[in-house]
């Protein structure tokens, strides 16, 4: 492995105007890395890979480097790319092991993270860098929003993560607060009044977007959040149809190869997928079959409706009268993209939306409401990871500019409330023994 790494690292042209860096949404400074890399300064090299990108760890594991870093190399011109995601991975993995910095000093301030997803983390990773208080809220019992629940173990294994919680957050003071809703028996209201003097909305996109068809609600019928959450929950039979072919959609057509589907096929309105050609062509490794110019217009129990689609003349796709067809399978995933769920936003008072139901945000992450920020899915709808982060470092700046302008928040209604002494039980049981 560090042999291969170094092969990569020593191809690199150390370009004068990096193209790679220029590539990467969040302009990590590949030539200088990899140089440290060769010069023996590993440490050094890690160090700058997570105060630039603190999910370093994932996005050289998940990014689209294809139209990324290693789309824009000089090299790919006339040869392969440098593969910077193989470098990054192996510094990152390595430096993480020696990451057990305690929190910083506090600064006495507190914010509240709504999301433990990229954004959210991200958002919290930095903001605890200068010393404040960070509680993350978040729906589901583990972090990684989408990067847990939405991409495969294959793609992401969970352990990468799992570190993640322990580096970054166990060992920064950050706090978890799992199975929390907020929208629900807590609002925005009640985070305000707790102390917190900034809140920052990173809630993920987890209300599937529907096809609005018959048939949608039988029993062999799933959406991709869903199945990618908990695959092993469904029992889908052996011919699969994934209708949609985006990144998600190939996750879902690979997972469900991988639990024991021995046909899977993808549907796709026209002759060009909307995944990336990586994924793709993964997914055509592993021997998923992909359906052509053909709209969805039925779910069966025994199948599903197809027709030929065309362009009508406002340039909508639309069926061809009398070419629809069943085409049999057992089970079916619906993969076309996912909404915001509105129930935080129906219980925050003054905060504007989009039509699409997303947060109404400025480029710094200000939303209507003094003091709620917002970045990545929840305001500009879905993006990758290195977006997400990108966006969310200059969102976590703009809330820490906001907070040191505000005076130091009152910790509590009762200050001059005495402490009750407490009984040690254990300890006055060894004292009677």
């Given at each position: 492995?560090?042999?291969?790494?170094?092969?990569?690292?020593?191809?690199?042209?150390?370009?004068?105007?990096?193209?790679?860096?220029?590539?990467?949404?969040?302009?990590?400074?590949?030539?200088?890395?990899?140089?440290?890399?060769?010069?023996?300064?590993?440490?050094?090299?890690?160090?700058?890979?997570?105060?630039?990108?603190?999910?370093?760890?994932?996005?050289?594991?998940?990014?689209?480097?294809?139209?990324?870093?290693?789309?824009?190399?000089?090299?790919?011109?006339?040869?392969?790319?440098?593969?910077?995601?193989?470098?990054?991975?192996?510094?990152?993995?390595?430096?993480?092991?020696?990451?057990?910095?305690?929190?910083?000093?506090?600064?006495?301030?507190?914010?509240?993270?709504?999301?433990?997803?990229?954004?959210?983390?991200?958002?919290?990773?930095?903001?605890?860098?200068?010393?404040?208080?960070?509680?993350?809220?978040?729906?589901?019992?583990?972090?990684?929003?989408?990067?847990?629940?939405?991409?495969?173990?294959?793609?992401?294994?969970?352990?990468?993560?799992?570190?993640?919680?322990?580096?970054?957050?166990?060992?920064?003071?950050?706090?978890?607060?799992?199975?929390?809703?907020?929208?629900?028996?807590?609002?925005?209201?009640?985070?305000?009044?707790?102390?917190?003097?900034?809140?920052?909305?990173?809630?993920?996109?987890?209300?599937?977007?529907?096809?609005?068809?018959?048939?949608?609600?039988?029993?062999?019928?799933?959406?991709?959040?869903?199945?990618?959450?908990?695959?092993?929950?469904?029992?889908?039979?052996?011919?699969?149809?994934?209708?949609?072919?985006?990144?998600?959609?190939?996750?879902?057509?690979?997972?469900?190869i991988r639990h024991g589907a021995r046909y899977v096929s993808c549907v796709n309105l026209t002759d060009t997928l909307t995944a990336s050609q990586y994924e793709s062509s993964y997914a055509k490794l592993e021997g998923v079959d992909f359906i052509y110019n053909k709209c969805t217009l039925e779910i069966r129990e025994d199948g599903v409706i197809l027709a030929d689609s065309q362009k009508d003349e406002n340039g909508r796709i639309v069926p061809i009268p009398g070419t629809e067809k069943l085409y049999p399978c057992t089970g079916v995933i619906v993969a076309v993209s996912q909404g915001a769920e509105s129930n935080l936003i129906a219980s925050t008072k003054d905060i504007d939306t989009s039509k699409s139901g997303l947060l109404s945000v400025d480029a710094d992450g200000h939303t209507s409401r003094p003091g709620v920020f917002a970045a990545g899915d929840a305001a500009s709808g879905a993006r990758t990871v290195v977006e997400a982060v990108a966006n969310s470092k200059r969102v976590a700046e703009a809330m820490h500019e906001y907070m040191q302008s505000l005076p130091l928040p009152v910790t509590t209604d009762y200050p001059n409330a005495p402490i009750v002494e407490t009984i040690d039980a254990a300890a006055q049981a060894e004292q009677m023994l």
């Open positions: 492995m560090a042999l291969h790494v170094m092969e990569e690292a020593n191809r690199c042209l150390q370009c004068k105007k990096p193209r790679c860096q220029e590539g990467c949404p969040i302009h990590t400074n590949i030539p200088q890395v990899i140089r440290l890399l060769k010069e023996g300064k590993l440490n050094d090299a890690g160090w700058m890979l997570f105060e630039n990108n603190p999910l370093t760890t994932v996005c050289s594991l998940v990014c689209n480097h294809e139209n990324q870093c290693e789309g824009h190399c000089v090299r790919g011109i006339k040869e392969a790319p440098v593969h910077f995601s193989i470098i990054e991975s192996y510094i990152s993995t390595t430096y993480a092991n020696q990451m057990v910095k305690g929190p910083a000093p506090s600064n006495g301030r507190k914010a509240a993270v709504i999301g433990a997803g990229p954004a959210g983390l991200t958002v919290a990773i930095i903001l605890a860098r200068y010393g404040y208080g960070v509680t993350i809220f978040d729906s589901r019992d583990k972090i990684g929003g989408v990067m847990r629940y939405g991409i495969p173990d294959f793609r992401l294994p969970d352990s990468v993560l799992d570190d993640m919680a322990y580096r970054h957050l166990e060992l920064k003071g950050i706090r978890f607060r799992p199975n929390t809703y907020i929208g629900s028996a807590i609002t925005i209201d009640d985070l305000f009044r707790d102390g917190y003097q900034s809140v920052f909305v990173g809630a993920g996109l987890w209300k599937p977007r529907k096809l609005n068809i018959r048939g949608e609600s039988l029993g062999h019928v799933t959406y991709a959040i869903n199945y990618l959450a908990s695959p092993a929950a469904f029992r889908l039979g052996e011919r699969i149809m994934v209708i949609g072919t985006g990144n998600s959609a190939m996750d879902c057509a690979r997972t469900a």
